[in-house]
């Protein structure tokens, strides 16, 4: 068992998810309410990386994370490194990759929120934060579960994306996915069936756990209706 490739990519799991929670929100509150007329053109641009094949979205990231682009060179001027080949090139890449699973579970369950309960909630002189907090979320948590809990079951199997930006550097960039891939290239079947094994199983446990929460977070709401 590559505990090492098992660790890192615990890591880059958590740290994507919590990005995304930070972004997903207001991403998905727009796109469930606006009216803007191009929101088609928004959505599908937050939909790409799921056609996208994988090393097309790499290759793309590296271009955008190397040193000749502007974000690159912000970042070196910031840190003082370079983004691709590091832990933070795959934080990036992972949060792009990953950005629809979180953001289109959220918004399909912001667009599902009854909109007499937010017309009353502003009649009543509620702000739109409060009416956010008191009355839509409520309403949608299981969604917002769904959101986090398939960005981090997501981040968990990379590997196009983060073998074209990371590369396999151990304790570095070398996640558990790439590790599975070296193992079978070696022939190491055993070590290769182990390590997924126990990735099969934190999947199975994680959407386990994800359908069991949005089965009670809905169960209030069913029940009323």
């Known amino acids: 068992m590559d505990w090492q490739a098992l660790i890192l990519t615990a890591k880059v799991a958590a740290w994507t998810t919590a990005i995304l929670l930070i972004i997903g929100f207001p991403m998905a509150y727009w796109l469930a309410f606006t009216r803007w007329r191009l929101r088609f053109a928004a959505e599908a641009l937050v939909a790409l990386p799921l056609v996208l094949p994988p090393t097309v979205l790499g290759f793309y990231m590296l271009i955008a994370m190397g040193p000749n682009s502007p974000f690159g060179q912000a970042y070196e001027s910031v840190s003082g490194k370079l983004l691709p080949f590091s832990f933070e090139g795959l934080v990036v890449a992972s949060v792009i990759y990953s950005l629809p699973f979180a953001v289109q579970p959220m918004a399909a369950a912001f667009a599902k929120v009854d909109s007499s309960f937010i017309e009353a909630s502003h009649c009543l002189g509620a702000s739109r934060m409060r009416t956010f907090w008191k009355v839509i979320l409520p309403q949608s948590i299981g969604g917002v579960v769904a959101g986090v809990v398939l960005s981090f079951a997501h981040t968990l199997g990379e590997f196009g994306v983060v073998l074209m930006v990371g590369g396999n550097i151990p304790n570095e960039t070398?996640?558990?996915?790439?590790?599975?891939?070296?193992?079978?290239?070696?022939?190491?079947?055993?070590?290769?069936?182990?390590?997924?094994?126990?990735?099969?199983?934190?999947?199975?446990?994680?959407?386990?756990l994800m359908y069991g929460l949005q089965l009670k977070a809905w169960t209030p709401w069913t029940m009323r209706s």
């Open 174 to 208: 070398r996640t558990v996915a790439i590790s599975i891939y070296d193992e079978v290239q070696a022939l190491n079947y055993d070590a290769a069936a182990q390590t997924s094994l126990f990735l099969l199983a934190v999947s199975f446990v994680v959407l386990a």
